[in-house]
């Protein structure tokens, strides 16, 4: 006699206001049931993301948009996973994006990329550094060329 598995899942959406939400998953085979909590705040240049898992995990992410002209920043970390803590800032303009993410721990991974151009040319890079090992852990370019019949770009990865 073969015991079949039996599948249900839900999703509980609620949103009030267009500056709240809720939001209930869950999915239970046979009788184990893991599922999770979402809820969103946001305010004109703020984002606040919680999410609380069946293992009692919070995840949380702030981000605020335009804190200078055309940066945004972001924070989030887990509990109870007290090294999990990053922050990244992002700087748009219309012919450069600069990245960076920074680990909020007493050794942190830092990353950084950029890249610069225009519709025909495009020119980009990133790093990436252990402070741990003192070493870097990425190092990576490129440059593409576009044109309306062709395009062609290069890529070198370290």
Same mark, same amino acid.
């Given at each position: 006699m073969s015991q079949e598995a039996y599948w249900t899942l839900f999703?509980?959406?609620l949103h009030r206001h267009i500056n709240k939400g809720l939001t209930a998953t869950g999915l239970k085979r046979d009788q184990v049931f893991v599922g999770d909590i979402s809820t969103q705040y946001q305010t004109e240049k703020t984002t606040v993301d919680e999410k609380v898992d069946t293992y009692s995990n919070v995840f949380t992410r702030i981000t605020v948009n335009e804190a200078f002209a055309g940066i945004k920043t972001s924070l989030s970390f887990n509990i109870p996973n007290h090294?999990?803590?990053k922050l990244d800032v992002q700087y748009l303009h219309p012919?450069?994006?600069v990245n960076s993410s920074i680990g909020l721990t007493p050794t942190p991974l830092l990353e950084f990329n950029a890249s610069v151009g225009n519709k025909d040319l495009i020119l980009g890079g990133e790093v990436g550094f252990d402070t741990a090992s003192a070493s870097f852990t990425k190092v990576n370019a490129g440059i593409? $060329?576009?044109?309306?019949? $062709?395009s062609a770009a290069v890529i070198l990865y370290v």
């Open positions: 999703a509980i959406d090294k999990s803590g012919h450069a994006v593409s $060329f576009n044109q309306p019949d $062709f």
